[in-house]
Structure formats: C-alpha cells, structure tokens
C-alpha cells in the first residue's frame, strides 16, 4: 500500500484577486512583475507545521478578554464561527486559524495605524485558535470599524476581519479577509471589488440567530474552503 501524500488538486485562480490590480494602489508597488515560479509537487504538498493545544491560551480566541486591562473593550460583541474545509470539502482538524482586526472605533494598535480615532485599551485585535475533530472554530471579538486608508479621495475599508490559515500543507496556505452583509462600503472598496465577481460572496460572513446568544453577543458564521474548485478567495 503506498504511503505517498495524495496530491492537492489545483488552485482555482479565476476566483482569486489578481497580484496586481489597479484600483488598489499599494499592489502596484508591491504586487510581482515577472512570471511567478511553479512550486514543485513536492513542495507545494509538504506537509505544515502542526500546532499543538499547549501552545493555545485559555483566551486567545476571546478577543474581548485576552487585552483587558482595566474593563471590557468597547463596542458591539459579536462571535465568529465556521468551519475549515480543505480542497475536497472535507473538515480540517486541529488547524490553525489566526484573526487580526482593527478596533470598534476603526484603529488598528500599529504604529504605522494615525487614523484620527480613539485606541482601547482593553482591546488588541489579535487572536488565534485550533478546529476541533470538525473542523469548526470559534472567535469572540467586537465588530470592527471602518476607516480612511488614502487609496483614493475619500476611500474608507468596509468592517472586515483578516484572516490566517496553513491548513495540513504548505500549499493550502491561505490569508483572507472576512466581510459583513450588507456593508454599503463594499461597492466601493477596490480590495473586495478585485475579486471576481463570481466569488465575491464567499468573502461575505451570514448573520446567524442560532449562534447569536442572548442579551450578549450577534452571531457570524464564516465557512474557509483552502483550495480547490470553490476557494474561498485569497485577501491582499
């Protein structure tokens, strides 16, 4: 019987954002000017680096709690859940799954971040968890807020979360962005516009009653598909 790791079956890249993509300036200067190289089959199925639960804090998927300082961060509580799924549709577990966001004001705790809004301190924006045997994870944070970002007159990011995922291999390695339904900044974001129109919708998280808990917390729920022919699109 042949021990071989099965190969992972090809990127989908009509559903992806180009490297390049004109309306979202940044990518002009940072975005690949030659052809890219094609990753070997044998590299692009090594297997990732697995992460153990030690290495996962009791509130490192509690954005809410794991930055308090001296109360709880301001703004609407929401929970963010969903399921990792690999190039087959079937669950990844024990994976990896890292968020970053800006607060509920629309500031990020970056140095580079001098947007005219108030800092939390109680709040980072930062966290991470592992799927369990499903494939599911789960996130408490607050909703993040728009803000201006200088791409072109008057142009404001819609709420959205980051997203960051290796899966089993390095090949499925995915960074993504979450957005909210029925955001009307997302008609005019040129990071979100980039992506096909035919995947656009993959990008955008459904409001749930059942995950939403009472008197606390809206609920979201956000399935990541790694690869394969219904890829949930990468984010710049």
Known sequence: MSTATPPLNPRDWD????????????????????????????????????????????????????????????????????????????????????????????????????????????????????????GRYRFLTVKPGAYPWGNHPNAWRPNHIHFSLFGQYFGSRLVTQMYFPGDPLLQYDPIYQGVPEGARERLVSRFSMDITEADYALGYEFDIVLRGPRPTPMGH
């Open 15 to 134: 559903a992806h954002p180009k490297l390049i993509e004109p309306g979202y300036k940044s990518s002009l200067l940072r975005g690949p000017t030659r052809p890219l190289l094609p990753v070997g089959d044998r590299l692009g199925n090594l297997r990732a680096p697995v992460y153990g639960h030690e290495i996962i804090g009791e509130l490192d998927n509690d954005l809410t709690r794991n930055a308090r300082r001296n109360g709880e961060p301001l703004g609407e509580r929401i929970i963010v859940t969903g399921r990792v799924l690999d190039d087959n549709g079937r669950p990844v577990p024990d994976t990896l799954v890292e968020i970053w966001q800006a607060n509920s004001t629309g500031r990020y705790v970056h140095k580079v971040d001098q947007h005219d809004a108030p800092l939390d301190p109680n709040f980072l924006g930062a966290g991470r968890t592992l799927t369990d045997a499903q």
